[in-house]
């Protein structure tokens, strides 16, 4: 895919992180030569920064002359810092304090035969470089010259493009409490849903931005959070425990691996002082109008989804274990959403425009969140952050053509662990460990467990199902392990080189249970039996290793910078061990496998340049013209799935309801006629446990080229 976006930065009036944009998108076939663009486009647009939690302070100290002035002691001060952090300008006047957390900040520049100089109020918010270039004046006398409100919006080292959603802004935001629907808020994004008034805060949306709809990456905190086997988000959060979301869409740096949107969960902390809040909230049906007019009945709309009743309630709590030492934050939450459903109707009502007809879909999200955080010393600082939630949905794919028997009960339950490990050895070098483990799936059971053994039916021509359903139990943990480096060398070949610089490993290990009731599903046409499909369960476990490394050098000169970075990735996968017993009306067809595990061979080795160019137009940080050029690979490999024999196999026949029963028998079905197959089974050998699928061993990775 090519992907063409106009990138660039106008004047902005505020520090709430947003602007106006226009973009072109051009798409073109899977793999196009890497784009060679010369000319030069500005548009308006949001802010920018590379997907990470903290952002940065940096820029050069002069005299009222404009020469640099080395020596300068700059003193930064904030209440998201655990102590003041503290750096000396270098030779060049240069300056820089990397990896802050989110919040507001003072900066005080002291040298002999200079006035003092406070600049306050500076707001930093996750991945945003806030360029301060502060002349001093000279003075005999012992004085104190304090600036404030003139903070720069803009990001000037930057071409990253995206939105960031302060604490300020997401609590005033009048919408559902829920990452999605603050992703509806973002330029360029576009949903697959509407949540109106909470009503899919209990489900996850798909999104889709600048033509790539794959390859979404979650993070919180700067740390991967993302389910690879789905693509997604692996659970669901408590709105009031985010101090930021970020979301980036296009011009990332080498940082970055993905070309498809990533979001970013930054968390709150404690801090020198006790704070708290609690909250409760309530939606009904006395909140909602209704909007079904009679041609909306008539297309099959019938009384909606109406809100029935949202609540949320919870509380966050913040604080010192130890002034300048140790921080401690908390929280907890739980939200039920109760909605109607389109044609999910009650027994012995049958009308769909009643909507007290309607069953109710109900959903229940729990979260518990709790951080820690030391300074061990003045260069070393940790953070332990837990979160655990779970989610218990009662009718999940309820609808006109699903009714209640063949829902599923969805329970989610799970956790994330993180730790993160700062070291700044100088104020020009700073290193980040993270570790993290995400224990996330999650289980899509029967209404009951008696529908086991129970047949589902569905009609080939209405699409109706009917008496029981599949279940599917997913497990899905992630571990990363990943290092990130930023140093500041100052005054080479006139200019300022931040480099950043990281290693990565992460392994995305997941199984799947499948389980039809009755390991069979009878197939009608308009009511008459037609096809009986014998289905054997399923049992696929794979796993995915990725390593990442990459280097990326901003060099800053005058008012132009020059971002320039390298990335490689390297992604290989297995199926793993597996085994599924036969299926109870065939055993001979669909017998039993003791799978062992498979290589497919195919490994992922791929490349990624970045430049990006910016140049700040006026140098005051407020009007930025920026550019950039980038090649994206794609996130996860799944050969291991296709080579997999115990997925859930099916297999079709014609079938003759003999006695009326509406059930399967064995003798009922014919067998010299098989109508469909699954293509990890093979007809003339069904007991092998090599699948019939084959993975081209040139298999390549997809590609993503932007400008």
Known sequence: MLRMTVIGVSDGGSNCQEGRYMKLVIFSGRGMAFAAVSSALMAYAAPSFAQVSAGEISGRVSDDSGAMIPGVTITLESPALVRPMSAVSASSGAYRFASLPVGTY?????????????RQDIVITAGFTAQINPRLKLSNVEETITVSGEAPIVDPRSTSLGTSYTRELLDAIPSARDPWVIIEQTPSLVMDRQNVGGNWSGQQSSFVSHGS????????????????????????????????????????????????????????????????????LVVDESMQSEN?????????????NPIRRVTEWGFEV????????????????????????VGFLKPGCADANDKD??????TNLTNLNAKLTFQWAKAHKSSILYNSGDKLRDSRGAGSLNPP??????????????????????????????????????LLDFQDDSLRSVQPTFDIVSGLNGRSTTSTDNIRPTSEVRVDGNYLLSDLLGGDHVTKF??????????????TGGGAVARFRNGVPSEGELRRDGHTSRDMKEYSAYLNDSFKRGRFTINLGLRLDYQNDEALSANVAANPLAP??????????????????????????????????????????????????????????????RLRYPWTDLNGDRVIQRNELNFSRLLFNETNYNPANPASVVSAATVDPNLENDITDEF
């Open 106 to 118: 003072n900066l005080r520049f002291e040298i002999a035969g200079f006035a003092k100089l406070l």
């Open 213 to 280: 709809g794959t390859n979404e990456m979650w993070n919180m905190d700067g740390a991967t959070i993302t389910d690879m086997a789905a693509g997604s988000s692996p659970g669901y959060y408590d709105f009031d425990s985010f101090e930021e979301i970020r979301i980036t869409t296009g011009g990332s740096d080498a940082s970055q691996d993905s070309g498809g949107v990533s979001i970013n969960l930054v968390t709150k902390s404690g801090g020198n002082k006790f704070r708290g809040s609690a909250r409760a």
């Open 292 to 304: 079904i007019t009679p041609d909306l009945r008539d297309q099959g709309a019938g009384s909606g």
């Open 318 to 341: 913040g604080g010192p274990i130890r002034r300048d030492k140790a921080w401690f934050w908390g929280g907890y939450s739980q939200s039920d959403i109760d909605v109607g459903v």
């Open 357 to 362: 007809c309607l069953r109710s879909d109900v």
């Open 405 to 442: 028997e063949t829902t599923v009960r969805q329970s989610s339950p799970g956790y994330m662990a993180f730790l993160d490990h700062q070291w700044i050895p100088s104020d020009k070098l700073t290193m980040n460990l993270k570790a993290t483990h995400v224990d996330g799936g999650f």
């Open 502 to 515: 990281g290693l990565r490993w992460r392994s995305t290990p997941f199984q799947t249970f499948t389980v």
């Open 588 to 649: 001979e067809l669909l017998p039993a496998l003791d799978f062992k595990g498979a290589d497919t061979g195919v490994e992922f080795f791929d490349i990624s340049p970045r430049l990006g160019i910016t140049r700040d137009l006026k140098g005051d940080g407020r009007t930025v013209l920026k550019t950039n050029l980038a090649r994206y690979w794609g996130l996860g490999i799944d050969g291991a799935g296709t080579i997999s024999p115990t997925g859930q196999t």
